[in-house]
């Protein structure tokens, strides 16, 4: 393995409590009752637009939209509120960068908003490129994202592992040709697990344990690495 890419919302990062927030903002502010934050956390993984469609129900497209920018603009202001890198992140890409893996992000929050959020974590500068949902014409579960962040890491799709805590990672990473390991941790873990991902940690120390050995091997598609 000479890649590895990383899921950020519910994979790097917790960020539930402010996505939950920004999301109930949006609710209130149409006069909408609140969710509680386990549905709400369901939702993530698909942008903001899908976010909020779900949450806010049939409404008109306008309506959708202006959604959306409420949900944008308070977001932005909040995403650093309460959210946090999950525990051992940061020694699993020490781990990994020691290991001479590359390490990239591939998500579908915003570019913009996920760079702000590793940034003001300390984890930006551990990640060579990163692929945020408006980065591209298409985003998870289309391939397109992790293969052009193979061709910057160096390496091939058989090379890299994706990590992630989603079907719709999972996904990707088929579809790429790569490797997948589940974690535990994300959002929905009993949902994940029931797409048979092959391959699920229950932390970051689980996952370095099993990736340090597999750097610079070929790994199975869409698989785990052992």
């Known amino acids: 393995m000479r890649h590895a890419a990383f899921d950020l919302d519910g994979t790097l990062i917790d960020s539930r409590a402010d996505l939950v927030e920004s999301v109930n903002h949006v609710l209130a502010s149409f006069d909408r009752p609140t969710i509680d934050p386990p549905t709400l956390a369901g939702y993530v993984g698909h942008g903001a637009r899908a976010l909020l469609e779900r949450a806010l129900g049939p409404m008109e497209p306008g309506q959708i939209d202006e959604g959306v ?14 959210t946090r890198a999950y525990p051992g992140v940061e020694a699993l890409l020490d781990g990994l960068d020691e290991c001479g893996v590359v390490l990239t992000v591939l998500t579908n929050k915003p570019e913009a908003l996920s760079r702000t959020i590793l940034d003001g974590l300390g984890l930006g500068d551990r990640f060579v490129a990163l692929v945020g949902g408006d980065t591209l014409p298409t985003r998870k579960p289309d391939p397109l994202g992790l293969q052009w962040l193979c061709n910057a890491a160096g390496a091939l799709p058989a090379e890299s592992l994706l990590v992630g805590d989603s079907p719709v990672d999972l996904d990707t990473a088929r579809a790429a040709g790569a490797a997948f390991c589940g974690v535990a941790w994300g959002l929905q873990p009993d949902v994940l697990a029931a797409a048979r991902p092959g391959w699920m940690v229950r932390d970051a120390g689980e996952l370095l344990t099993g990736l340090g050995p597999l750097a610079g091997r070929r790994l199975d598609s869409g698989g785990g690495g052992g």
């Open 69 to 82: 920018r409420r949900f944008m603009r308070y977001y932005g202001e909040h995403l650093l509120d309460e």
